[in-house]
Antibody
C-alpha cells in the first residue's frame, strides 16, 4: 500500500531555513506528480507546491514563490521541500501527497513546522 | 488564488442526509471537472473521498456522492453515521494552481 513519511520539521526562527523530506513507498514514485500541502494550526488546507513525475517543472502558491523549492530524487523515492526566509505565517503541519491526475490522493501523516522567535 | 467557499458548519441526525456546497469561479470549479473532496478527522491526515466531481475511490461508501453545477460543487452524505463527523474540504484544479475550500465541520447530532 501507499506510504508517505514526512520528516524534517521543527522549530526555527523567522528568516531561518528548513528542509522537509517525504519518503515514498508502495507505488512507482517516478510515475506520479507530488504535492506539498500545509495546514496552519486550527485552519484549513492550503496547497503549497507541485512537481510533475519527472521534476521538469515546479509550481508554487504565491505566498511561498521565491522562498520555497520543491524537488525530488526518483532514485531514492524521496520528495523534498526546501524552505528559506521562513515567516511566522509558515507555521503549520506540512503534508506530502501523491498526485493522481490533477488531485492528491494519498497523504502522509505530516510534519510540524513552527516558526517562532 | 482565493479559497473556495464552503459553509463553516453543517449538522444532521443519524440516518439523515446533508449537503455541503463548494463555490468557486469559472477559473477553478466551473472550468474543470477536477473537483475532489477530503475528509479529515482531528489530528489525522486528510483522506480522499470524491475525485473528478463524482467518482468514489474504492472503499468509500456509496452514501457519499458528489456533483457540480456551474461554479458550485456539492458533497452529499446520505444515511449519516456518527463516524461521518469530521471536517470536509473541497478542492479544485485551477490551471497549474490548486485551491482548497475553507473546510466544513460536519456534526452528527
Amino acid at each position: 500500500q501507499v506510504q508517505l513519511v514526512e520528516s524534517g520539521g521543527g522549530v526555527v526562527q523567522p528568516g531561518g531555513s528548513l528542509r522537509l523530506s517525504c519518503e515514498a513507498s508502495g507505488f512507482s514514485f517516478s510515475s506520479y506528480g507530488m504535492y506539498w500541502v500545509r495546514q496552519a494550526p486550527g485552519k484549513g488546507l492550503e496547497w503549497v507546491a507541485f512537481i510533475p513525475f519527472d521534476g521538469s517543472d515546479q509550481y508554487y502558491t504565491d505566498s511561498v514563490n521565491g522562498r520555497f523549492t520543491i524537488s525530488r530524487d526518483n532514485s531514492k523515492n524521496t520528495l523534498f521541500l526546501q524552505m528559506n526566509s521562513l515567516r511566522f505565517e509558515d507555521t503549520g503541519v506540512y503534508y506530502c501527497a501523491k498526485g493522481n491526475g490533477w488531485w492528491p490522493d494519498h497523504w502522509g501523516q505530516g510534519t510540524l513546522v513552527t516558526v517562532s522567535s | 488564488q482565493s479559497a473556495l467557499t464552503q459553509p463553516r458548519s453543517v449538522s444532521g441526525s443519524p440516518g439523515q442526509s446533508v449537503t455541503i456546497s463548494c463555490t468557486g469561479t469559472s477559473s477553478d470549479v466551473g472550468g474543470y471537472n477536477y473537483v475532489s473532496w477530503y475528509q479529515q478527522h482531528p489530528g489525522k491526515a486528510p483522506k480522499l473521498f470524491i475525485y473528478d466531481v463524482s467518482q468514489r475511490p474504492s472503499g468509500v461508501p456509496d452514501r457519499f456522492s458528489g456533483s457540480k453545477s456551474g461554479n458550485t460543487a456539492s458533497l452529499t452524505i446520505s444515511g449519516l453515521q456518527t463516524e461521518d463527523e469530521a471536517e470536509y474540504y473541497c478542492y479544485s484544479y485551477a490551471g497549474y494552481n490548486w485551491v482548497f475550500g475553507g473546510g466544513t465541520k460536519l456534526t452528527v447530532l
